[in-house]
């Protein structure tokens, strides 16, 4: 299938790795001239590099190596993609915890990294897209947005929100072609899920590798989640043949998720 979208430029932050690199890589191969944007320079040019090689020269690759999360990453991202036909954001979760032990200073940096800053890329691009007659705005989130995860208090708070953004707004872009959707990623086989379950298996007495493949076991796909096959299904909602769904919560858990709404 011709996605429609060779081309078309799009802006994939924390794309040096995990879930964001796999949308990087899944666009790039559909023709889009993409711009990275990651914080570990030498992380992200790797990831270039391997991009460049895999897609040829007529593909454009930029990078930008920044925090998202802060003015002066943002303002770099959109130097180098000022006018993006695609955004998908996507920044890392805050760390687990207690909420007793959670001051003021924790809740703001999560809603800065995980709900302000997608709102202010959003901001920056949408009326571009809308004047254009195109844009794709991915937002990664979690599945903690339909199922909460006690220990995952400040993500859930910060990503919920995002949600209810977005639920507003998606109804005011669509006329114009631009749609705004979340894709809500349960368990990946990527470096953040290891490093989440390292401290559960060491408070549990395992081995981080066994404590891992039972929780492996435990998803009805007997498996984890591939970045790529993430990046593909990312892809399609960028996609020309995408147009008509927006403001959608979309779930990737290997059916993880027992409800029907």
Known sequence: ?????????????????????????????EGV????????AEVLE???????????????????????????????ALAA??????????????????????EREQWIAALDANMLTPIELIKAT?????????GRIINITSSTVKAPIDALGLSNGARAGLTGFVAGIARKTVEKNVTINNLLPGPFDTERLWSTLTAPALAAGQSVEVFVD?????????????????????????SAHAGYMTGQNILLDGGAYPGTL
């Not at 011709?2 to 790039?28: P, Q």
């Not at 000022?82 to 909420?99: M, Q, R, S, Y």
Request: net charge positive; glycine share 12%; aromatic share 6%.
């Open 126 to 134: 949408v009326d571009g897209m809308m004047a254009r007659g195109f």
């Open 81 to 102: 993609c000022p006018n993006p036909d695609i955004l998908v954001t996507n920044a890392g979760g805050p760390p687990p915890g207690d909420f007793r032990q959670w």
């Open 1 to 29: 299938m011709d996605l429609g979208i060779a081309g078309k430029t799009a802006l994939v932050c924390g794309a040096s790795k995990g879930l964001g690199r796999g949308c990087a890589e899944a666009l790039a191969r």
């Open 33 to 40: 001239h993409v711009t990275l944007v990651a914080r570990t």
């Open 46 to 76: 790797a990831t270039a590099a391997a991009l460049r090689a895999s897609v040829g020269p007529q593909v454009q690759i930029k990078t930008v190596a920044a925090d998202i999360t802060t003015p002066a990453g943002r303002a770099l």
């Open 214 to 238: 039972e929780r492996r076991k435990q998803n009805p796909a007997r498996r984890f989640g591939n970045p790529a096959e993430f990046g593909a299904f990312c892809t399609f909602l960028c």
